[in-house]
T-cell receptor, first 114, second 112 residues
Framework: GNSVTQMEGPVTLSEEAFLTINCTYTATGYPSLFWYVQYPGEGLQLLLKATKADDKGSNKGFEATYRKETTSFHLEKGSVQVSDSAVYFCALSEFTGGGNKLTFGTGTQLKVEL | SQTIHQWPATLVQPVGSPLSLECTVEGTSNPNLYWYRQAAGRGLQLLFYSVGIGQISSEVPQNLSASRPQDRQFILSSKKLLLSDSGFYLC???????????FGNGTRLTVT
């Protein structure tokens, strides 16, 4: 079956530091890949996505590239801000006749300090 | 534009009491609907999904059930809550094809 593995947190960084959150996946077909962000007390928001190999998703300074050869989708940001503190979830989806079910990683908490 | 509403935002219920969480989607028709649970310190677990009115698929055996009485309404229920039902429940929807899921703001359920 499908699975997603994320680096465990929490990750604590100083403001303006470089961020990498690793994500690798296992899938039987050709999934789409996503990063979702969850701010405290809220639901999940789509941060970025990539639908095929070598696609780069980007949003709000975050980037992730769909690497089929390494089955990875690592999240990066060049300079984090305190407002980026949240939990980040990597996910994959394969659309079937039964719907678009996402498989999530366990989430990585990011804390950014001044 | 499409919006998704979940309520209530927080809920404290005693063990053995019933549960009803409601989710509605506006601005779209025939969405695929999902219920996820996020237990403390853990990832998200898919509980139920629905591709149409009256069509419910369960992903894991549990103390909960789901119903879809209308096209854009998805209800999560229990007849008797257990302590282990505590968690953060998220409703989500998506439109055609392999489009991304959009989540509601969640309901934090505490069973005491």
């Amino acid at each position: 079956g499908n699975s997603v593995t994320q680096m465990e947190g929490p990750v604590t960084l100083s403001e303006e530091a470089f961020l990498t959150i690793n994500c690798t996946y296992t899938a039987t077909g050709y999934p789409s890949l996503f990063w979702y962000v969850q701010y405290p007390g809220e639901g999940l928001q789509l941060l970025l996505k990539a639908t095929k190999a070598d696609d780069k998703g980007s949003n709000k300074g975050f980037e992730a590239t769909y690497r089929k050869e390494t089955t990875s989708f690592h999240l990066e940001k060049g300079s984090v801000q305190v407002s980026d503190s949240a939990v980040y979830f990597c996910a994959l989806s394969e659309f079937t006749g039964g719907g678009n079910k996402l498989t999530f990683g366990t989430g990585t908490q990011l804390k950014v300090e001044l | 534009s499409q919006t998704i509403h979940q309520w209530p935002a927080t809920l404290v219920q005693p063990v053995g009491s019933p549960l009803s969480l409601e989710c509605t989607v506006e601005g779209t028709s025939n969405p695929n609907l999902y219920w996820y649970r996020q237990a403390a310190g853990r990832g998200l677990q898919l509980l139920f999904y629905s591709v149409g009115i009256g069509q419910i698929s369960s992903e894991v055996p549990q103390n909960l059930s789901a119903s879809r009485p209308q096209d854009r309404q998805f209800i999560l229920s229990s007849k008797k809550l257990l302590l282990s039902d505590s968690g953060f429940y998220l409703c989500a929807w998506h439109g055609l094809g392999n489009s991304p899921l959009h989540f509601g703001n969640g309901t934090r359920l505490t069973v005491t």
